[in-house]
């Protein structure tokens, strides 16, 4: 469990990077902080293994404060806690397999021979084993940073930072980096901290989200929460929720907000035909959250019958919302 | 072929080149050696100790930087004169190719240090950033991360000390170290031996090639960016 609290950084001096910020961070999940560039987010991650230093507030790590730990003790803590980087960070002198040795080198528990097992068994887990040899320089950005997460859970972490860790990459290459991401939550139970400017990462990959703006959390939950009843302009805006045309014609103009099974179901017609309204959409969206369906439209209806339908959404399981023209 | 030879280098004594080319080697090499093992520590030093880095020191930063100037500003035959005190205190001789290695080492290694402290900087401060995240101690990120990802920059570096080193020794004949250099202006130049001079001066230009393409296959070797 990680438990930022009241953390006020100042960098420099008067602008502090995070300002008041609260979170706590279970065992096992993936937990997303989005925000848009210099909202503060590589500061926020970077105060969980005090790569920056809180100049009030505590970050506290299974109960541990990280803060008041002498340096042998930081460095034990960081040693278990792995960390991956947008621009991957490896050793460019060092091959694939000698950046993946030297957190264990560096730990100095192993010798050279287990080392070498682990090392292996890293590369096989992504994928790498045929690049054992190969410098970093001669491979794809996917790669390397796939090079980036076995050499971060050499140590056995159990807990995992991702510093933007797919902003580098094209869409199918981060797919299949927060792919393995996932498998590795599932797999190892590891808690995934990962800070992205992408609704996409989060959609794809986290349990719960922070919305960071100007080094405050605007929005927090459960990612469907967020991004099915996003209230802040700057989740909105991110969700691309802000560029809705203006609704003209007539009628009342509602929100249908759903997800799970209802997304099945052919409400809309069903509840349309049985009260005899009609509808125009205006516009929605469909689609999945870390695998579950939902959707969201916007539409208008005109009928006799109108405060039955919408009861009748209502009942479905369907969120309502009456949007004023 | 000697006698082939032997009227277009008249005044040219192969005996007095081959013991000029030897000091020139004994002295490049001594003071490599030395410069290296001094300048490498003291860039990485500056280094360190600069703004926003591991051991930000400003005022230390400042002194180290202060002397590494006053050290490079001082001409190197005002040096090597300045210095003989010191030189003959520190090796027993004023003179000769041990007397030229001391101020040949204070001469190149402030230049050497700055090479170094740049190599450094050009280091990705990410990749230094990742190794602290793994928990790393500070001898193990100069040591483990920093030098080895600056090396080529480094080995470029000592390359072109090497290379300085060797016009610097020419000046070396004034406490009478001998080399290639001193043989060029004592008989080449004040004797008119051209003869002499081009032999010299193509020997130092074949010694600076060598050391040139040498620098330039390790860089290679040791560079995977």
């Known amino acids: ?58 970050v506290l790590i299974d109960g541990e404060d990280a803060g008041a730990l002498p340096p042998e003790g930081l460095r ?72 980036g997460i076995a050499r971060a859970l050499a140590c056995e972490p159990t807990v995992l930072l991702c510093d933007e860790a797919t902003s580098a990459l094209d869409p199918e290459t981060t797919r299949q980096v927060l792919e393995l991401l996932a498998e590795l939550n599932r797999e190892l139970g590891l808690t995934v901290v990962l800070i992205t400017h992408e609704m996409d990462v989060v959609r794809q990959v986290c349990d719960r989200v922070a919305v960071l703006e100007a080094g405050r959390v605007v929005e927090s939950g459960d990612v469907v929460d967020v991004f099915l009843n996003a209230e802040h302009p700057v989740t909105r805006r991110m969700l691309g929720q802000d560029d809705e045309p203006p609704v003209a014609g007539m009628g009342r103009k509602v929100r249908l907000t759903y997800r799970g099974k209802a997304a099945h179901a052919p409400f ?40 039955e339908a919408l009861a009748r959404f209502a009942a479905a399981g369907i969120r309502v919302q009456e949007l004023t023209a | 072929m000697s006698a ?22 004994a002295m490049l090499g001594g003071s490599l050696v030395l410069t290296v093992a001094l300048g490498l520590p003291l860039g990485v030093l500056l280094f360190l100790t600069g703004r926003s880095q591991m051991w930000a020191r400003p005022a230390l930063h400042s002194a180290l930087s202060l002397l590494v100037n006053i050290l490079r500003s001082v001409p190197f035959i005002i040096l090597l004169i300045l210095m003989m005190p ?12 041990r007397g030229a290695i001391p101020p040949l080492v204070i001469g190149a290694a402030p230049f050497f240090a700055r090479l170094v402290e740049t190599a450094l900087r050009e280091v990705d401060r990410g990749v230094i950033e990742a190794v602290q995240a793994m928990g790393a101690r500070p001898r193990q990120i100069i040591l483990g991360a920093l030098l080895p990802e600056a090396l080529p920059g480094i080995l470029a570096g000592t390359t072109v ?14 406490v009478g170290a001998g ?9 080449g130049y004040q004797r008119f031996q051209t003869d002499v001079m081009v032999v010299t001066v193509v020997l130092l230009l074949v010694l600076v090639q060598i050391l040139q393409m040498a620098g330039d296959c390790l860089v290679s070797h040791f560079s995977h960016r």
């Open chain 2, 86 to 97: 010191v030189t003959l205190a520190l090796v027993g001789s004023s003179l000769g190719v």
């Open chain 2, 179 to 187: 080399g290639l250099g001193d043989l060029a202006v004592r008989f």
């Open chain 2, 161 to 174: 000390t090497a290379i300085a080193l060797v016009s610097y020794t020419a000046m070396a004949g004034v």
């Open chain 1, 268 to 307: 809309l017609s069903r509840i349309a035909k049985e009260t005899g309204v009609d509808f125009s959409l205006h516009s929605g969206r469909v689609a999945q959250i870390k695998g579950e369906p939902y959707g969201q439209l916007t539409l208008s209806l005109d009928g006799a019958q109108v405060d």
């Open chain 2, 4 to 25: 082939l030879f032997a009227p277009l280098f008249a005044n040219v004594d192969w005996g007095d080149i081959l013991r000029a080319t030897l000091e020139t080697l």
């Open chain 1, 1 to 58: 469990m990680i438990d930022l609290a009241k953390t006020f950084d100042t960098g420099a001096g008067q602008h502090p990077a995070v300002r008041g910020v609260s979170l706590r961070i279970q065992p096992g999940e993936v937990f997303g902080v989005i925000g848009e560039s210099g909202a503060g987010k590589s500061t926020l991650i970077r105060l969980i293994n005090l790569l920056e230093r809180p100049t009030s507030g505590q």
């Open chain 1, 76 to 147: 034990r803590l960081r040693r278990r806690v792995g960390m991956i980087f947008q621009h991957f960070n490896l050793l460019s002198s060092k091959t694939v397999a000698e950046n993946v040795a030297f957190p264990l080198r560096l730990e100095g528990r192993l010798g050279p021979e287990a080392i070498k097992a682990r090392v292996a068994q890293l590369l096989g887990r992504v994928g790498l084993t045929s690049h054992a040899g190969a410098y970093p320089a001669k491979l794809s950005g996917g790669q390397k940073q796939r090079v």
